[in-house]
């Protein structure tokens, strides 16, 4: 009998504290590399969803590095699109971390954390490029850093 009540109750706490967390779901996706933003792409920050091959080059141009895996992440458009976050110029190394994507109703929320390193002789855009399935194509992007 006792350990019906404790299943009762730990059963109705788990119902409680799964509908608290209201219907996020999380979204896989895969990071993009070797890219880097035009110089004559619209300047300034930007979130960008690209649907194809078109529209990426656009905005990037690719940069093959030598060695294992330089050649640019190679996107498939008919089963993926691409939701690029473009940071402002900056002549300080970037790091971007804890990147994640998540689908609350009919938006997915990019999130993220930045942290400037040591400054640089050059200046760059720090990019996020991340390849994303095309079942959430329809969906509103937005972002909580």
Known sequence: MRNI???AVFSLVLLIMSSCTGSKES???KEAYHYFYRNDAPQGEQLLKLQSQKE???YFGSAAIM???GAPTNIDFDK???IAKVFPETNRATKISNIKLT???NKIILGYRTYDMTPQSYSI???ILLIVSRKYIGSEITEKK
Request: no cysteine; glycine share 4%.
């Open 103 to 105: 689908r609350d109703k």
């Open 80 to 82: 993926y699109f691409v």
């Open 67 to 69: 060695g294992k895996d």
């Open 5 to 7: 009540k404790f299943l």
């Open 56 to 58: 990426l080059d656009n």
């Open 27 to 29: 979204i896989n996706f």
């Open 125 to 127: 855009h720090p990019t």
